[in-house]
């Protein structure tokens, strides 16, 4: 992990960066194949895992990040390494936190991803790895349309360790964790036809020419399949949570009994898989479908606004670099300055204020960086100018500029006067300015 640190050092950023170490990959590094396939770590791999780990926090390393989900699979469709390890190696990582904790005096982030509705039954051992550690344990913290209401024992969880200072954090989206199916992306209710299969290799000009033609569009929508798990057919076929993104943008609060594909069908008396094809066709083919999945059994976003009042709580899972054929969050912090502070029409906004301060100075401070986070004499000038009555952000497309070109969702910021990181600008109205003044950030 030194090493890894040294080399990605040396090539200039756009902004500052810093890492985890990921249980996964060390996992596999020092255990290999028995690693990968989730064997029980021996106590020989225990304590190589630790040296390295404490090596990799000497280094710098801002945290360590493991997932015990089972939503997080590899591309062979087993579960990443690490998901089901035993707590003696999750509590080897607590022993090298805290030697580093007393060796250096610096705190750290055990970042752990796990069953949203496992989450309170977690707790003890999540309350004895931070007493252990010395450091912060941050988990995911999202209400599942499984389990609604298990979210109120979680807050009842983190009450209590708030209460015995014991240091635990739930992070929360700024709104649902959701997915965009298009037709260039890696989901959409008809991914899984056969019709739909024939016409994978051809363009996307292709593809739309073809399902305009009555006779595929008719053998598209008279196929039937059954998807494998809840989750993929809620992908498929859940009409009652699926929502057009219309000519404007995506609305992130729409309502089920309005905006849906089940209520706009029950309304026009066609059926949810016509409109969905209708809605993937339209802007010649680049039309989409909004899906949320998280923090939505309500309908509305007002639990989200709770939770991110709650003290133990921090903004996170805004993935904009996972998932980037079906997820699109990197306008997250954008969003949540239009959404909760400005344009919210669905119940009550929050101050600008708090939300600044929810994505500047609580972020720097969790990870434990005293040098950034507000605007005083002698902090770190990344400064953000804003046009508060123009910030918004584009619809999201799908570009292709990653290596191989492959694909990821995009949506971009505007309202932007002025970006500077170091005092460097790095935008200016909204454009990137071609400067690079980022580096890592070491703990």
């Not at 640190?5 to 170490?21: H, M, N, S, T």
């Amino acid at each position: 992990f030194p090493e890894f640190l040294d080399a990605i050092e040396k090539e200039p950023r756009v902004i500052d960066y810093g890492f985890q170490l990921a249980h996964g990959a060390l996992r596999g590094y020092v255990m290999a194949e028995r690693g990968a396939a989730n064997e029980p770590a021996t106590n020989e791999d225990i304590t190589q895992m630790q040296r390295l780990a404490e090596e990799a926090l000497g280094a710098g390393a801002m945290g360590i990040s493991t997932s015990r989900t089972s939503l997080h699979k590899a591309k062979d469709g087993e579960f990443v390494p690490g998901t089901f390890a035993e707590l003696d190696e999750l509590f080897a990582f607590a022993d090298a936190m805290n030697e580093t904790r007393k060796r250096t005096g610096r705190t750290s982030v055990f970042q752990l991803a796990i069953e949203h509705t496992d989450v309170p039954d977690q707790f003890e051992w999540m309350r004895s790895f931070a007493e252990r550690s010395g450091a912060t344990v941050a988990f995911n913290f999202s209400q599942t349309r499984h389990a609604p209401d298990v979210w109120k024992d979680v807050v009842e969880e983190l009450d209590r360790a708030v209460a015995d200072g014991i240091s635990i954090v739930g992070q929360v989206a700024g709104r649902s964790i959701g997915v965009l199916e298009c037709l260039e992306g890696s989901v959409h209710p008809f991914i899984r036809h056969r019709t739909w299969r024939e016409l994978e290799h051809l363009s996307l000009a292709e593809k739309v020419h073809e399902l305009k033609k009555p006779e595929v569009r008719k053998a598209l929508l008279d196929e039937s399949r059954k998807s494998s798990t809840p989750n993929a057919e809620l992908l498929m076929s859940g009409w009652e949570r699926m929502y057009p993104v219309g000519v404007d943008n995506i609305d992130y609060e729409p309502n089920p009994t309005t905006d849906s594909l089940e209520a706009l069908a029950h309304a026009s008396g066609r059926t949810p898989q016509e409109l969905a094809l209708d809605a993937l066709l339209a802007f010649d083919g680049h039309g989409m479908l909004y899906v949320p999945l998280f923090n939505y059994s309500g309908g509305d976003l007002e639990l989200v606004r709770e939770l991110h009042q709650h003290p133990a709580t921090r903004m996170g899972l805004s993935d904009a670099g996972a998932h980037c054929g079906a997820i699109c969050d990197g306008g997250m912090p954008t969003f949540m300055l239009t959404h909760w502070t400005r344009d919210r029409q669905r119940g009550d906004l929050l101050p600008v204020e708090f939300i600044v301060h929810r994505q500047t100075l609580q972020t720097a401070q969790l990870y434990g960086m005293t040098d950034r986070g507000l605007i005083a004499p002698g902090m770190k000038a990344d400064i953000n100018i804003i046009n508060y009555e123009a910030l918004g952000f584009s619809k999201a497309e799908m570009a292709y500029d990653l290596p191989t070109g492959a694909r990821r969702l995009v949506q971009r910021g505007s309202g932007y006067i002025m970006t500077m990181v170091s005092g460097v600008p790095i935008v200016e109205n909204d454009e990137f300015t071609g400067a690079l003044p980022g580096k890592l950030v070491r703990a």
